[in-house]
Each structure stands twice: as structure tokens, then as C-alpha cells.
């Protein structure tokens, strides 16, 4: 976790991105191997989704993270609903990042295949 800091804070995102893919994977597989550490780590992924200079990439793999954990089988919901102090904090970011997101002019003037979508 030190190094993926340090490689944040030295500027080297593209390092950082693929340590955060590799957390991912862990937190899918083996989420039981970061209990010992879910204070620290948690708390580090949602740091870097808050950091607003980093970029987009990196902000949505340390999210992916934090969803991946809670959505794992293997004893990680019960480890995440020990920290209650991250859900506030971690719904702020996922509105704040859906609030970001830029309207795109032809997203009013894309057809849909099915003329039907949406009735019953």
C-alpha cells in the first residue's frame, strides 16, 4: 500500500492504475487477506477517489475497489458493514463523480433501436 502511494505521489499514475488492478483482483478473490488492514486500506481508495488531481482513471479503479470488497462472497460484506464511516463518505464521491459527468449534445438526438423501450 506504501508503494502505491508513493507512486501517486511521485506522479506516476499509469504504475499506480496497474497496482490498483491488481487490488481489485485481490479484492475479489481474497478478500480476507486485507482484513487486518480494511481501516487503512479503505480509507487510502477513497482518498484517491476524492483527489480531484488525479486523474479520472485512477479516481474510478480505487472506487472499483471499494465496490469489488463489499461485493465480495467470501466474508467481505460483514468487513465492510464494520465501517460504517465510509458509506457517507463514499456515496458523496459517487454523486459527486455522477454530477461531473459532461452532457453530451448528441445523447438528445441519438435514435434508439427499439422504438418501444421504455412502454409496457
Known sequence: MRTFMESLNNGNE??????LELFI???G????????QILEVVGSM?????????????RHLA????ITLAEASDGAPGMMRK??????????????????IEDDPSWHTAETEDEDAGEW
Open 63 to 66: 472506487i472499483e475497489f471499494v
Open 46 to 58: 477513497l482518498h484517491v477517489a476524492e483527489a480531484e488531481s488525479l486523474e479520472e482513471g485512477t
Open 14 to 19: 499509469a504504475t499506480a492504475q496497474e497496482a
Open 83 to 100: 465501517l460504517p464511516q465510509f458509506i457517507s463518505r463514499l456515496f458523496a464521491i459517487l454523486m459527486k463523480m455522477v454530477l461531473d
Open 25 to 27: 483482483e485481490l479484492a
Open 29 to 36: 478473490t481474497e478478500p480476507r487477506f486485507l482484513r487486518r
